[in-house]
């Protein structure tokens, strides 16, 4: 059974650093594009960047460019998503999702999610 | 980048009627890479449809997607009451981006 579990709700200061975590299981972690995907409260869903973990080949958003870096260790099957100086704008929610594989149209969709981690950013 | 329009903003519907939600793209899509998913409060997104109209694993058949360029359609036949929920439809052709959203509820 694929699963991706990410680590859990944060409360940080501006200013403050953090790293987030997707561990996956039940398929091959190298061989998947890993994404992540922002949710603001009450508000839509926004593609931040994904990760091919097998070379750790990164793309990202131009909104993101910059602003969050993403990682991944293969001998733990995690992915990361980290910031270097929280704002109170990064309050949101964060899902990882694994990028579909198969026939060509498929590429590029999100068909196994995360539960999401909640990062709240507050003085 | 490639904006998606989602409309309506909600969809106000009844169990049992037809659902017909519009996703319109700035620019046209390469090789109809256009999902759809659903996602319900509290829980993370799940697709339903990929490559325009392909259903996605375990999706029922209710649920179907159209179109092509820079229009495109999810209907829902019949809702069923789990239906009831925020829709995104996202394009992956290049440079990734959703939709706003529309949200379908119960009338």
């Known amino acids: 059974e694929v699963q991706l579990v990410q680590s859990g709700a944060e409360v940080k200061k501006p200013g403050e650093s953090l790293k987030i975590s997707c561990k996956v299981s039940g398929y091959s972690f190298t061989t998947y594009w890993i994404g992540w995907v922002r949710q603001m409260p009450g508000k839509g869903l926004e593609w931040m960047g994904i990760?091919?973990?097998?070379?750790?080949?990164?793309r990202y958003s131009p909104s993101f460019q910059g602003q969050v870096t993403i990682s991944a260790d293969k001998s733990i099957s995690t992915a990361y998503l980290q910031w270097s100086s929280l704002k109170a704008s990064d309050t949101a929610m964060y899902y990882c999702?694994?990028?579909?594989?198969?026939?060509?149209?498929?590429?590029?969709?999100?068909?196994?999610w995360g539960q999401g981690t909640l990062v709240t950013v507050s003085s | 980048e490639i904006v998606l329009t989602q409309s309506p903003g909600t969809l106000s519907l009844s169990p049992g009627e037809r659902a017909t939600l519009s996703c319109r793209a700035s620019q046209s899509v390469s090789s109809s890479y256009l999902a759809w998913y659903q996602q319900k409060p509290g829980q993370a997104p799940r697709l339903l449809i990929y490559g325009a109209s392909s259903r996605a694993t375990g999706i029922p058949d209710r649920f179907s997607g159209s179109g092509s360029g820079t229009d495109f359609t999810l209907t829902i036949s019949r809702l069923e009451p789990e239906d009831f929920a925020v829709y995104y439809c996202q394009q992956y052709g290049s440079s990734p981006t959703f939709g706003g959203g529309t949200k379908v509820e119960i009338k």
């Open positions: 999702a694994r990028r579909a594989q198969g026939v060509a149209t498929i590429e590029g969709s999100f068909d196994y």
């Open positions: 990760i091919y973990p097998g070379d750790s080949d990164t």
